[in-house]
């Protein structure tokens, strides 16, 4: 737990310079999803890479667990201005997928079970950025949060965060998902603000 109070002068001070410009701090944690939560039994859960050649290289929730699993802390910010800060996670890096898949490709179109699709660099992808994460705050991640597992991507607004995430579809160019055809910016970063078009 990590409550900040304004009574305390120096913590107080310590979360405005990690509040991003237009951003509030979130006691709570809001769900904001578009669509129904879809439910994804692990038996049947896979991550998907398709590289530019088109063929995919899948990891099965065994598989996935058996890579190096990383303890995250950071803040995360959504777009609709709630930003939580120093929470917890645990998962896998991209970094550590894509480098199995050995594939170019300076995009990706990132897809979801149910639905849902965001486009991502490869830069933001890679160098301790993003994971696939499947623990929050100690516990496995709930469904309505993106469980079985969800991208990590929280130096970007959390719509690039992809909840259920089912996989990448590699790219050499870039090309709007779903909330960025609907206005919202092509990359998304918080502290310049990069929120719609
Ligand atoms: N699959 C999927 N992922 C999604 C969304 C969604 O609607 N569907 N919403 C995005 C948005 S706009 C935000 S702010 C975060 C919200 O995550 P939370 O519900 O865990 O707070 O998930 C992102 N990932
Ligand atoms: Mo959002």
Redesign the pocket.
């Known amino acids: 737990m990590s409550v900040v109070s304004r009574g305390f002068g120096a913590r107080r001070r310590d979360s405005d310079e990690r509040l991003p410009p237009g951003q509030y701090l979130a006691d709570d944690f809001p769900v ?1 999803s578009a669509g129904p939560t879809p439910r994804v039994d692990t038996d049947t859960w896979e991550f998907v890479i398709v590289g530019l050649d088109g063929i995919r290289h899948t990891w099965s929730w065994e598989q996935l667990h058996a890579l190096p699993v990383e303890t995250i802390t950071t803040d995360i910010h ?3 201005r709630w930003s939580k800060l120093g929470t917890h996670w645990r998962g896998v890096s991209v970094e550590s997928l894509l480098e199995q898949v050995g594939q170019d490709g300076a995009f990706a179109e990132v897809f979801s079970y149910g639905g849902y699709t965001t486009n991502v660099s490869r830069a933001d992808l890679t160098r301790g950025k993003a994971w696939v994460a499947f623990e929050f705050g100690g516990e496995p991640l709930a469904p309505e949060h993106g469980g079985p597992a969800r991208l990590l991507i929280p130096h970007l ?3 690039k965060s992809a909840k259920w995430v089912h996989g990448l579809n590699l790219r050499d160019h870039d090309a709007p998902g779903f ?1 960025e055809q609907n206005g919202y910016n092509m990359h998304g970063d918080p502290w310049k603000e990069e929120r719609y078009w």
């Open positions: 904001l959504c777009v609709t607004y959390f719509w909330w």
